[in-house]
């Protein structure tokens, strides 16, 4: 017997919710994308190539980037709209 011989599950249902960076992570964006370096803090982010450079940009986008130390938090947006979903959702 196969799992979907006798599983009922609901269809799912994708709900897309866009989420803007706020104005000092938009900037920090905008030149670690034109400089391919940032300095946060005492950390520095350095993309040598390419490659690097847009990994390390989307985990910019995430709120969080992987650093020589550690990671470097630079915002905290998706965590914010995720928490509004939960409340509207009544938790």
């Known amino acids: ?3 979907e011989d006798y599983i009922q599950r609901p ?9 803007e960076l706020d104005t000092k992570a938009r900037a920090l964006y905008g030149k670690f994308e034109k400089e391919m370096f ?5 950390e520095s ?5 390419a490659a690097v450079l847009s990994n390390k940009l989307l985990q910019m986008c995430n709120g969080a980037v992987y650093g020589d130390s550690g990671t470097v ?5 998706k965590i914010e709209a ?9 938790g």
Do not use: P, Y
């Open 1 to 3: 017997m196969k799992a």
């Open 73 to 77: 938090e630079i915002h905290d947006c």
């Open 38 to 42: 940032l300095q946060i803090d005492e």
């Open 11 to 19: 269809e799912r249902t994708d709900v897309t919710v866009s989420v």
């Open 82 to 90: 995720f928490m509004e979903l939960v409340e509207a959702a009544q």
């Open 45 to 49: 982010l350095d993309a040598g190539t």
